[in-house]
């Protein structure tokens, strides 16, 4: 039997603005943090069933390594939640802000 996958997660107080920012820059990355705010946790294929497995893996474990979201492991699922009340301590209103700045149909283009 294979022991389970155990990730890594910065701790609440080392979650910096910087990294945060940058996991939310890019549109799909900020689609799937909406995602998971709207819907709770997840199996991270959910999160982008039609990716190649490589650019999900790159996408999910930038937002983990930012603490942005906490990944666990079910089985063979990578189950993915917000870390929404750390985030909430660390940086008062920012998801809030920044989901109701994103349109929920994509960047706003002009």
Not at 4 to 26: K, N
Request: net charge negative.
């Amino acid at each position: 039997m294979t022991p389970a996958r155990v990730y890594q997660h910065p701790g609440t107080d080392e979650i910096a603005m910087p990294r945060v920012l940058f996991a939310l820059s890019e549109p799909l990355r900020l689609t799937m943090v909406r995602t998971l705010a709207e819907r709770g946790e997840v199996d991270s294929v959910e999160l982008g069933p039609d990716l190649p497995r490589s650019t999900l893996t790159h996408h999910t474990s930038l937002l983990r390594e930012s603490g942005v979201v906490f990944v666990r492991a079910e089985g063979r699922k990578c189950m993915i939640r917000l870390r929404r009340e750390d985030l909430e301590e660390r940086f008062p209103g920012l998801i809030d802000t920044v989901l109701t700045g994103y349109p929920e149909s994509g960047p706003v283009t002009e």
